[in-house]
């Protein structure tokens, strides 16, 4: 009984030495620069194909659902873009970028990482005198907060620009009333308060992930378990993330 | 040389490794062996620092591993070449570049001196044209001797071989325990051989030392196996040699009235 009601603090507490052992040691980051080049590729560069749908269609289905609701000749059609946009920049952008690379990047890292762990692959680092938490975590875990936020400007783009087309060539609204009515309402806090969420949910799902894969154990059953794990605990501690940054910035 | 004193190691209630104490002499082939799950690996991992004792000691030369700082550790580790059991070779990289790995991190070598270095040992262990290949279009003998090309590439005074013939046929058994042969008398390195095989032992190694009930039960030459009076030792290796097909050691073979 007393087992199960510590194993969280005993979880909590191992993540939180994994993760101060991987940034005590960032002055090696130089000695693995080409493993932290490859990871951001890995991570930002590879992942903007489905994250540019993803985002393309959130932004088109939004400005038409948007449309829908607002079907009245005394709410002006610029007001589309007005409500599209902030919601791009504020929920959409981060969140949806946030599941996909939760399931995407998330997975990968974790089953990597578990893969190595019970070939004794990590084993095989650390007995060659490598630093394996500086080697295979700090990369990952970097990777994935600078590239985070670029994935997140990316999306936003990209979906504005799918809500912006649709808008135009479904007859909802033009261009034109779409960028006005963002600007009417636009926020220099919103993109800000965008990018704080990127940072946040690029560190979630790499450290989990990273956290999952390093401790793996029993396997091709364990690096499953792993995976799974990884992805789902990446999307709670995303919509638990979100919501905390919400009620402490908005 | 290594030392190990009083060695005491559990995982959960299992009790692995009792009060195991030995020396590993500077320039000998000492070989581990026991049961499947008799803690061999275990032991092993501890001479290199990879697992912690309970209690006990491990030193390398001179230096107790549980005293010394993880940068240091690290430095002793630079002393090794593990071969471990499946390989565990880098899978996203090519078998030049896991052989090149080490070279890259540890030595001061220029490109061209670590691909000259790559190839020696790649040709070392037989297998000079696999550099380009990747670890999966390898059978399993020809990782495990990529493997070993990785162990050697910096030289080290050390080499711990874990289970080194296992799941090959008896000819690529033969020619990994040549090689571990070799390179014992050519690189002059202190090697450890984890192993149930008893052939491997009988013509790679000096020593022996049995591992039985999570203690090291017996200790002695390869020599001295066969004249042990021990009967535990004596069943598991004559369990060894019916398993490998010599007709002598089987029971019903021994036991047929005259």
Known sequence: MLDRLLSPVQTLGKFALLLARAFSSIDEIGTYWKNFIDQMVRIGIDS???????????????????????????????????????????????VITGFILAGRV?????????????????????????????YLILPRVLAGVIMFPVLYVAACLIGISGGVAIGHFGGFLSAQEFLDGARQFFKPFDPFFGLIKSVTFGFIITAVACYKGYFTTGGAEGVGDATTEAAVQSCVFILIADLILAMLLL | MIQVDGLYKSFGDLDVLRDVSFEIRDGETLAIIGRSGSGKSVLMKHLIGLLQPDRGRVSVD????????????????????????GGALF??????????????????????????????????????????????????????????????????????????????????????DELIRTLAQEMNVTSVVVTHDMHSVLTIADRAAFLHDSRLHWMGTVEEIHQSPDPVLDAFVKANEYHVGNPSAIPSARSTPE
């Open chain 1, 48 to 94: 903007i194909p489905i994250v540019a749908l993803s985002s393309a269609f959130s932004g088109a289905v939004l400005t038409v659902q948007t449309a829908y609701q607002l079907e009245t000749s005394f709410i002006p059609n610029s007001i589309i873009g007005s409500i599209v946009v902030p919601s791009m920049m504020l929920e959409l952008a981060a």
């Open chain 1, 106 to 134: 998330g997975a990968r890292i974790a089953a990597e990482l578990g893969t190595m762990r019970v070939s004794e692959q990590i084993d095989a680092l650390e007995a060659m005198g490598l630093n394996s938490i500086s």
């Open chain 2, 62 to 85: 001179g230096v107790d591993l549980g005293t010394v700082s993880y940068e240091e550790l690290r430095q002793i580790r630079t002393r090794f070449g593990v071969l471990f059991q």
């Open chain 2, 91 to 176: 899978d996203s990289m090519t078998s030049a570049e896991n052989v090149a790995f080490p070279l890259t991190y540890f030595a001061d070598m220029t490109g061209e001196e670590v691909q000259n270095r790559v190839d020696e040992c790649l040709h070392l262990v037989n297998l000079a044209d696999v550099g380009p290949k990747k670890p999966s279009e390898l059978s399993g003998g020809m990782r495990k001797r990529v493997a070993l090309a990785r162990a050697i590439a910096l030289e080290p005074r050390y080499i711990l071989y874990d289970e080194p013939t296992s799941g090959l046929d008896p000819e690529t058994s033969n020619t990994i």
